[in-house]
């Protein structure tokens, strides 16, 4: 479905490597997706190229930006159709991946895939702020990320108490994050967390991806994260 040669011709560009097997996995993930998507609301992005481009490579992107540790634990925020999370595991199937999200058809569409392309995951359904009060998720991820899920100041709230102390919350953001990393630098630093820095790159198809990458480096209160309710109402 997808041109896999053009997929690694254009991860290679931003040195990343992937294998013909990756590859094909990739390929197999793109034909599942739309296979589903037919009868459950997946992706707006069904055409070969965008899949490659806007989903696969810019999943990819983080890798890119953020070498991840050998054997480091992920968890993949409000993933979706599984964005950024899944494609990185299929390149590094070294990780740990922990998908969540809060719709129990994506979740179901998870398990089903990561069973066909024969990938080791863990898919939850919950809520990402249940997740930051649950002894089983709080700080226990050497890196933690969102794809389009929220404004920043909201996001951190929801990410930053699932990452280890020493970890990261790499965020991806479209276009210029400027106005949302002022409003959330109050938070980030009552959560426990430090700006690193900022990465732009753009795709092939002239689309851009920010990376806002935040280092853990205390313990979130435990107060925090609150129901969503209330972080909507009043961002930290």
Known sequence: MIDTAYL??????????????????????????????????????????GIANKHFLDS?????????????????????AGF??????????????????????RITFLTDLCRLLEVESDAIHIRAEEAGKDARFREQFDVVTARAVAALPTLCELCLPLAKVGGVFVAMKGGDPEEEL????????????????VENRTLPDGSR????????????????????????????
């Open 60 to 80: 990819l992107l983080l890798e890119s930006v953020y070498p991840l540790p050998q054997g480091a634990s992920l968890a993949d925020v409000g993933t979706g």
């Open 182 to 197: 002022a409003a959330a630098k109050k938070g980030i630093a009552t959560l426990g967390g430090k700006v690193e820095r």
């Open 84 to 105: 950024p999370g899944l494609p990185l595991k299929l390149h590094r199937p070294d990780i740990r991946l922990c998908l969540m999200d809060s719709l129990g058809k």
């Open 209 to 236: 991806r920010t990376f806002v990458v935040i280092r853990k480096v205390s313990q979130t209160p435990t107060k925090y994260p609150r129901s969503f309710s209330k972080i909507a109402k009043a961002p930290l």
């Open 8 to 49: 690694i011709r254009t991860a290679e560009q931003e040195g990343i490597s992937l294998t013909g097997e990756t590859a094909r996995l990739l390929d197999r993930y793109a034909e599942e997706l739309c296979r589903v998507n037919e009868y459950t609301n997946l992706t707006a992005i069904t055409d070969p190229e």
